[in-house]
């Protein structure tokens, strides 16, 4: 019998990024970086897990374990490696992934931007030009030309208001920056001048995604999301387009209300402009944050931490759909929400409790459509390299195997019996 609280047709899937499974991403900004001397990433991404390759075993195992969705990103860097060039192989390529999805009937859920820029973008000024959200939007629309019959949801950009997530976090606590950038002050550090130098330009022109996080630049990605919709909507009228933000749960304790308040117009409430006319809006959220008259918390001391060493709390999760629904009107879809540590057990009841208070948030009346644990697999994590595991499905990286966890098969029931 169909379970009465999860509606019919809801999404239950898992999520990738092209730059964090693919590989060999080299016409991209942050291939560049990965191999810049002095640079802070630990390792650099190299052959990912090789799912430019693997793409329709994955897919399969995916629907083996019981999934009905799966989000991917398509890299920009591949489909226009040289500006005004684009690629029909890559092209070709997105389509073919597309269509092992759909036979093997898994609704694609398309990010069409989730971090990496195609190199020749730096070159003109990156995230901080006028004319990158005119760019954007022309990668989109060539994109959505060819392949948009196939997709039925894409997001216009992964994680819109990272950047001044990040900024805040420099601000609000005592942390090490993690993009490189000098807290002190906002200079750009040696490694990332020697990677502009290898990008041909001048460093105070180097502006990458992670870097944009002043008011002028946090515009341009907003231009960028609405030009890139209105690209995906003249295109292709059937495809619902959203974008995704990461919300963490923010909270205060007593004197602190008015720095929470702020914190979350920072993440969440200064988008809301932008974001009307879009079909749908996508929650990512990992942890909670707390905040004091002086600023950002340190987790409790009994706080259990995770790989990335911020607060395992899923209860976050139900928090910030309740904040969210306050504001808006159109479906929510959870497109990531995942735990990096090596204990599946503990990653299986992060998952649980999770989705309690989602169901929670159903039977109130707030519109969720869909669920995407990250990830689907053990990856590139950025600048952490691939130490942190938040995947369902392990990956030996010697082999390639792939090796599912118990918490893939949790999920995967789920799934199977909607809830």
């Known amino acids: 019998m169909e379970n009465p609280v999860f509606p019919k047709g809801f999404l239950w899937g898992s999520a990738t990024a092209a730059h964090q499974v693919e590989g060999l991403n080299y016409n991209s900004d942050s291939w560049v970086e990965e191999h810049t001397i002095g640079s802070p990433y630990v390792e650099p991404s190299g052959d990912g897990i090789d799912h430019y390759h693997r793409y329709r075993e994955d897919i399969r195992l995916l629907k083996e374990l019981g999934l009905n969705s799966y989000r991917f990103s398509i890299e920009w860097a591949r489909i ?154 003249k295109t292709s009228p059937g495809t619902k387009v959203g974008v995704t933000l990461a919300l963490p749960n923010v909270q205060s304790v007593p004197g602190g209300e008015e720095v929470a308040k702020k914190v979350w117009y920072t993440y969440f409430r200064q988008f809301l402009e932008m974001i009307d ?21 340190e987790p409790p001391a009994d706080a259990i931490l995770t790989q990335m060493g911020y607060e395992n709390d899923p209860t976050a999760l139900s928090n910030v759909i309740r904040e969210v629904a306050k504001d808006i009107s159109i479906p929510i879809i959870i497109t990531e929400h995942g735990i990096a540590t090596a204990n599946d057990k503990e990653r299986i009841d992060f998952i649980l409790k999770g989705l309690s208070g989602l169901k929670d948030c159903i039977l109130d009346g707030i519109d969720v459509r869909g669920y995407m644990y990250w990830s689907a697999f053990d990856n590139f994590e950025w600048m952490m390299g691939y130490s942190k595991t938040f995947g369902i499905i392990e990956v030996d990286r010697t082999t390639m195997k792939r090796i599912p966890k118990e918490s893939a098969f949790v999920l995967g029931e789920i799934s199977s019996s909607n809830g």
Request: hydrophobic share 35%.
């Open 80 to 233: 226009e490696p040289e500006e005004g060039f684009f690629s029909n192989a890559a092209i070709n390529h997105y389509r073919d992934v597309l269509l092992a999805c759909h036979e093997n009937k898994l609704t694609p859920i398309v990010t069409l931007f989730h971090f990496t820029s195609p190199r020749w973008l730096m070159r003109y000024g990156g995230w901080d030009s006028n004319k990158t959200p005119y760019f954007f939007a022309r990668y989109c629309e060539m994109v959505i030309k060819e392949l948009g019959d196939l997709i039925p949801f894409a997001a216009t950009i992964n994680e819109l208001n990272l950047p001044v997530n990040l900024r805040n976090l420099l601000e609000n606590a005592k942390l090490v920056p993690p993009v490189g950038i000098e807290k002190s002050t906002w200079k750009t550090p040696e490694w990332k001048k020697e990677s502009a130098r290898t990008l041909g330009i001048e460093s105070k022109d180097y502006t990458s995604f992670f870097m944009a996080s002043s008011p002028e630049q946090v515009e341009i990605l907003k231009q960028a999301h609405q030009q890139g919709r209105a690209a995906i909507k």
């Open 277 to 297: 006319g879009d079909d749908f809006f996508g929650v990512q959220n990992y942890t909670r944050e707390q905040y004091g008259a002086d600023g950002r918390l």
